[in-house]
């Protein structure tokens, strides 16, 4: 039985959010999941981000700031972009061939200060054993400290490899991978990272409305240290996606424990 692999789709790969567009970017999506359908044999979650629209009304009411600072407006029309882009995302997966179960994170997840304190796996579980594909995203949650606030779709990621003790999360962005600013002011492609190279590495972006790259990372070595696999894709490139999930050495950043523990 091949293990289970997390794959988290990001908004700026599901939209173009640089260009304004709310437009699903079909024809990449279509071939990314009729590929998984026709190259995959292994259990497979995916979470997908927020696309363009998602992103505008959460920011428009600043929700993930919370119930004191944002209002109960801007919890139901960001949930509401949130279910339509969702169904979207659904429509396109069965018309590509694959078995897609929504779990809207809004219910499966509770967070305290934005981290996610409790969870129900069950939904998740029940439609692995089934051979379907569990399907959630970053979305609206209630909170335990804040009311409600926005939760990443690359922390739900994490936390259900984690948990689901998947062999790997392939995270699909906009980007090659995590770039980095050489001293002489160059940018490149960083490989191979462990977290005190992480720690090293100067972020070429400027961080977006959830924290850009570096905070990506950052949470993603909880997942490393869990002993799980992740790597940093350009989503925009079907075939470095797939080659990823296949266990394929493709361009992007792989993450690792620590360059120290690999040679020992
Ligand atoms: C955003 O999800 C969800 C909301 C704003 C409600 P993500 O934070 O996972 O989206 P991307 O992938 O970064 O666009």
Do not use: W
Request: hydrophobic residues 40%.
């Amino acid at each position: 039985m091949e293990r289970l692999q997390v794959l988290k789709i990001g908004g700026s790969v599901l939209t173009d959010k640089r260009s304004g567009s709310n437009e699903l970017r079909e024809g990449l999506l279509r071939e990314v999941f009729s590929r998984i359908r026709d190259e995959l044999a292994g259990p497979l979650v995916l979470v997908h981000g927020g696309g363009t629209e998602v992103h505008r009304v959460a920011v428009e009411y600043n929700v993930a700031a919370g119930a004191e600072r944002s209002s109960t407006e801007g919890l139901a029309r960001t949930a509401l972009e949130v279910r339509r882009l969702n169904l979207k995302v659904i429509e396109l997966m069965i018309s590509s061939g694959l078995l897609p179960f929504s779990v809207p994170a809004s219910l499966a997840f509770r967070t305290t200060g934005g981290r996610i304190k409790s969870a129900n796996l069950d939904p998740f579980l029940a439609s692995l054993e089934h051979g379907l594909i569990p399907v959630t995203c970053g979305d609206v949650v209630f909170d335990r400290e804040l009311g409600f606030t926005v939760l990443s779709g690359d922390s739900i990621a994490v936390y259900l490899a984690t948990k689901l003790r998947a062999a790997r999360i392939v995270y699909a962005t906009d980007v090659d991978g995590v770039l980095a600013r050489d001293p002489d002011g160059r940018t490149r492609l960083v490989p191979l990272m462990d977290y005190e190279t992480h720690r090293r590495t100067v972020y070429t972006e400027v961080p977006d409305a959830t924290g850009g790259m570096a905070a990506k990372v950052e949470e993603a070595f909880e997942a490393v240290e869990a002993g799980v696999e992740v790597v940093i894709v350009n989503g925009l490139r079907p075939e470095r996606v797939i080659g990823a999930l296949r266990g394929e050495r493709v361009e992007g950043t792989y993450l690792v424990r620590s360059f120290s523990s690999k040679k020992s």
